[in-house]
């Protein structure tokens, strides 16, 4: 069991993204989390997504494209080598 911290995540981070948007990803971890503070977490389930893009196309647009960057912003980071934090 490796112990190694990938990244440092802070108000509004996110995490299990890769399950979110894999079918593969149902139910396999890559990673585990381990907080160090008390906090809150959500949890976005796809029916939610669905019904809110079809409620309210925009929101479903911007939280898909906010999802999609930090997505985005994690691989670039681990190509080049650099530790994942986030605020």
């Known amino acids: 069991q490796d112990n190694?911290?990938?990244a440092l995540l802070t108000r509004?981070?996110?995490i299990g993204e890769i399950a979110f948007f894999?079918?593969?990803g149902r139910g396999r971890r890559i990673a585990s989390v381990?907080?160090?503070?008390s906090g809150r977490?959500?949890?976005l389930r796809r029916k939610f997504?669905?019904?809110l893009t079809r409620k309210d196309p925009d929101a479903g647009?911007?939280?898909l494209?906010?999802?999609g960057r930090i997505m985005a912003e994690r691989l670039s980071k681990s190509a080049a080598g650099a530790p994942a934090t986030e605020n």
Request: hydrophobic residues 45%; without cysteine.
């Open 4 to 6: 190694q911290r990938i």
């Open 12 to 14: 509004g981070g996110l």
């Open 22 to 24: 894999t079918q593969s």
């Open 34 to 37: 381990r907080a160090v503070t």
């Open 41 to 43: 977490l959500l949890v």
């Open 49 to 51: 997504l669905r019904e």
């Open 61 to 63: 647009y911007q939280l």
């Open 65 to 67: 494209m906010n999802m």
